[in-house]
């Protein structure tokens, strides 16, 4: 059975830092392209990062320069370490792991950044 399962979210004022970690099992971890989405009220679901088996990444052009996602195929989690927080960054952000055909997704974790 496959679970993702999102912590480190949370509260923080703008301008805070928060590091997110998604927790991977029942995948071959180092084989998959991981990912970090995030929905606000209202929106679609976009892409914050993701980060392929080799460790080439791409991020939404928002949070570069902030955010910084990364990879530890040994403990088969994904993070995504976010800096200078702004209140637009406010959404559930959720993990997601790819390999061809296939996509699982996790529960989500909540981050609000207050102004």
């Known amino acids: 059975q496959v679970q993702l399962v999102e912590s480190g979210g949370g509260l923080v004022q703008a301008g805070g830092s928060l590091r997110l970690s998604c927790a991977a099992s029942?995948?071959?971890?180092?084989?998959?392209?991981m990912g970090w989405y995030r929905q606000a009220p209202g929106e679609q679901r976009e892409l914050v990062a993701r980060?392929?088996?080799?460790?080439?990444?791409t991020s939404a052009d928002s949070v570069k320069g902030r955010f910084t996602i990364s990879r530890d195929n040994a403990k088969s989690t994904v993070y995504l370490q976010m800096n200078s927080l702004k209140p637009e960054d406010t959404a559930v952000y959720y993990c997601?792991?790819?390999?061809?055909?296939?996509?699982?997704w996790g529960q989500g974790t909540q981050v609000t950044v207050s102004s």
């Open positions: 980060i392929r088996p080799f460790g080439s990444t």
């Open positions: 997601k792991a790819e390999r061809g055909s296939y996509a699982y």
């Open positions: 029942g995948i071959v971890f180092s084989m998959n392209t």
